[in-house]
Structures are given as structure tokens and as C-alpha cells.
DNA sequence: TTTCAATGTTAGACGAATCTAACTTAATTA
DNA sequence: TAATTAAGTTAGATTCGTCTAACATTGAAA
């Protein structure tokens, strides 16, 4: 059984490998991330290795070992879960499940969550558009296709973001967006790279940091097998 | 902000006083019920009164302060309207959700309970028959009247049961009982007083025990305005 | 190749929650 | 009232998760 700090860290791991397409992360890195010092992450780091949750040396990069990736997909599970529950069942805003669902994931019961599960309908994606993980642990991230990749004229649909903060979903809610929004790139300022979207006819500007963490989909990339051919056309 | 494990204790000293209808008590019983050692228990009532959730002196009993109570309250609200969830949503039996409801009532947002509360519909009641507290943390427990308090040949219904444990609740299911359900008295074994029940036509033999624990609503008293006349008649 | 900044580790400390073993106080009974 | 038992406390240790301050390693630039 783990601790509520040790499913932060392997979460954490995970979060900063699978997601990012990396082999490994440091220490300061990791702890950054979880808001502690790097010594505290030596030392816990010792700790999972010995619980053989990752794979460590000493003033190496950590990964996660075979079984660390697989407690840690459903740490991750049921904070989709979770986050699916309070927004479909009780209304809540997409910018405050996140927090709440931290608490949430670390309730040990593997038939509550099936149940859950069950109850919400086996839901295949959480409110913020990312996957939830099958209850046998598959799970895997595939390349995203960000706003900042557009083009002038191009249009696309929101189908995800890459940060679940609720100071950034507030932003995205105050552009009007949501998932399922259809967004047209009306224009890229060449003096500073902003972006002018278009939503529902409401214009705005965005950053370029904003609009990596937008996930669009294309029409082009939808009738696409796979990643080879990358040109796409707007088509409003 | 309280840590899980204050939480516990107060929740624990609301049981054991209010419960009771006592008005404080000592380590040693607040120990056996929480699992712990009395020297445990000491040392936290040191933290809880500098918190000023409980008053208590040096080889004295213990009890909550106004403060305590509506925290330990509040926490007691959220593990009943938990519980709720459990059974009525995702259809869980009565004698698993006491265990996960330990740790759902231990999540922190005041906005989740509401949510949760207006999501079931305001419920009074939870699986056990036992009152949910108002989010104003009106608490009381009203005399209870008991299995073990008929005569024969009387008859009542079952409105609560006074412990939550899986193996009683079990044994309770095991005799064909659930809130609602009309208990007739047939006999009480003279040598042993062991109490011959019929539910819905099985019969059953019963502890006093057991029926101490079996709370019922006896219709005569359905009628009493106060518990001043406590002569009841079966009726059926 | 040497230096130095970035990265990572160790040592020692602390608070929370627990324990055991030894001690003290209160209550009961003879 | 004195002795005995029950109840409660203290002291010192342990584990977990964290910190700060000092030290060690790595790797990239000069």
C-alpha cells in the first residue's frame, strides 16, 4: 500500500515522462513540479526504489519501473474518473475539479472506482479532454496537435488542454472556448507573434504560450491514418 | 485546518459522548475506540486543546468545545451523506460504505458536500437510518427505542441500527432485515432470552446483543407526541 | 583540460502520529 | 485508612515527509 505522498510522486513521474516523451527526469525537475525541495525528492526517491517503484542511481535521472507506471496509471484513472463525476453529476466548472480530484484519486477502493465507472457510463475522456486510462491499465498519450501550430485561415476543434489550472481555464472560458469549440486563426501579428482566433464570431488574442497548451484537431487530421502527411487546410 | 487524524479523534469523541448521552470521557475508552494507545490519545488531547477543540484537564474527562462539536459535526455530515452516495448511486450494500465513507469524509471542499447533498436530493437519512446533520450543523440524537425493548408478540419496523460494522450489518441481512422491514417479536426464550423474530415469514433467533443494536419505530409510539406513555401494544 | 555553474546528495533538524516502558494519580475495596 | 487496582501521563524512540546548509558530481565552455 502507498502512501498519499508516494502516489504524488510516481503520478508526478509519469506525468513529466509519458506525457513530455522522455526516458527519464532529474530531481530538481521533479521537485519543481511538486513544489518541494530537491533534497526532499533524494530522499524519497530512495524510498520508491526500494519499493521498486522506479528505476534510480545516484545522481541519475528516475524513471518508473514496470509496476510503479502501472499504480501510477491508476492514480491517474481515478483522477479522470473523478474529475468526470464532479462535472457531469454535480456541475462543476472545469476549473475546479482539478483540486478537488487531487484529494479524491488517493481513496483506496478498487470497487468504488469500477463502480463509478460503471455509474458515469465508462466514460473514455475526463472534462479537460485528455484519456482516461481502461481499468487494465492501458494508457498511452498520443502527439497533440497544438493551436500554435496553425496557420493564417486555419480552422480546428478544441479536443484538449495541456494545463489544468484553473487560472488558465478561466482564460480559456473567457475566449469562449470548449471542448468541442470550432476555432478559426484569423491571423498571426508578425511583430509579436500573437494570434488572432475567432470563436462563436468572438475574436481575441492569445499568446503563443496559450496556444500551446490549446489541442486542436483538424478536419484534414481527422480523415488522416497517421502523422505523415502534415499539411493542413482551413476549410471554413 | 484540521489534519485526518484530529478529525478522527473529535469525530470519535462526538460518538462516544453525544451518542451515549454522556458528557465526557476518558482516555482510555477514547483509546479502545480509535485503536490506539491511552498514551497516544494523551498526547493528542494536548494538540486538540491548544486547538481549543475540546476541553480537558490533567487526569480528567475529556469533552468538545462548541467549536469541536460543529467541526466533529460537520465531518459526521459528510460521512453520512457519503455513505448516501455510495448506496443509492453506485449500489453499494449498507455493510460496505461505512469503511470507504472513512476516507471520503476527510475531503476538504465545502462546495462538494453542498453539491453532493442537493445531487441526492437533500437526503435525511442515511443507509443505517441514522440523521444527516444540516449543513447549519443542527445535530441531535433522539432516544432510541430498541429490539431488545419489546415484548413478545409485539411487532415494529426497523428505522436504524446501532453499529455500522460489516459483520453485523451482514448479520442483519443474513435474517432477512433492511430499513423498513416489520420485526415481529414471537418469544423470548426464558432460560436464555434469546429473542424469537419473524421477518416477512422467516424466523429467527436473536442475541439481546444483537437486538440492542436493532433500532425500531413501534406504531403506537408513531402516534406519541413525546415519550411520556411507553405502553405499546403490538399490533398486527 | 581545467574550471565553474548547474544539478544532485548528505547530514542534521523538525513536526506529526504513533509506540513501549516506566511512572503517577485516582478510585475502590478490605 | 491503607493497600491494591484501574486509569492516565511522561519520557524516549520510531517512521514519514519535509526543511536548510553544506558538500559532491557532472558536464559544458573557455
Known amino acids: ?6 502516489e504524488n510522486y510516481i503520478k508526478a513521474l509519469l506525468k513529466l515522462t509519458e506525457e513530455v516523451g522522455v526516458e527519464a527526469v532529474g530531481t530538481n525537475e521533479l521537485a519543481a513540479h511538486l513544489g518541494v525541495k530537491p533534497a526532499t525528492v533524494t530522499d524519497m526517491l530512495k524510498r520508491l526504489k526500494e519499493k521498486q517503484l522506479v528505476s534510480y542511481e545516484k545522481y541519475g535521472k528516475v524513471s518508473l519501473s514496470v509496476s510503479g ?5 491508476d492514480v491517474l484513472r481515478k483522477h479522470r474518473l473523478w474529475e468526470t463525476f464532479l462535472c457531469r453529476c454535480l456541475g462543476f466548472p472545469w476549473h475546479q475539479v482539478h483540486e ?7 481513496i483506496q477502493s478498487n470497487e468504488l472506482m469500477d463502480r463509478l465507472d460503471a455509474f458515469l457510463g465508462f466514460p473514455q475522456i475526463d472534462p479537460h479532454g485528455d484519456l482516461i486510462p481502461s481499468k487494465d491499465g492501458v494508457f498511452q498519450v498520443k502527439p497533440k496537435r497544438t493551436l500554435s501550430m496553425l496557420a493564417a485561415t486555419q480552422s480546428a476543434v478544441l479536443i484538449g488542454v ?7 481555464l478561466q482564460y480559456v472560458d473567457s475566449v469562449g472556448l470548449q471542448l468541442g469549440s470550432e476555432i478559426l486563426v484569423k491571423r498571426i501579428q508578425p511583430y509579436d507573434a500573437l494570434i488572432e482566433i475567432e470563436i462563436n464570431g468572438k475574436t481575441s488574442q492569445v499568446s503563443q504560450k496559450f496556444a500551446d497548451q490549446i489541442f486542436v484537431d483538424t478536419p484534414a487530421q481527422r480523415d488522416e491514418i497517421s502523422d505523415v502527411g502534415l499539411d493542413v487546410e482551413g476549410d471554413l
Chains 1, 2 share one sequence.
Open 100 to 106: 478537488i480530484a487531487e484529494q479524491l484519486e488517493h
Open 69 to 73: 507506471r502501472s499504480l501510477a496509471i
Open 162 to 168: 495541456g494545463d489544468n489550472s484553473a487560472a488558465f
Open 1 to 6: 500500500m502507498l502512501t498519499f505522498t508516494e
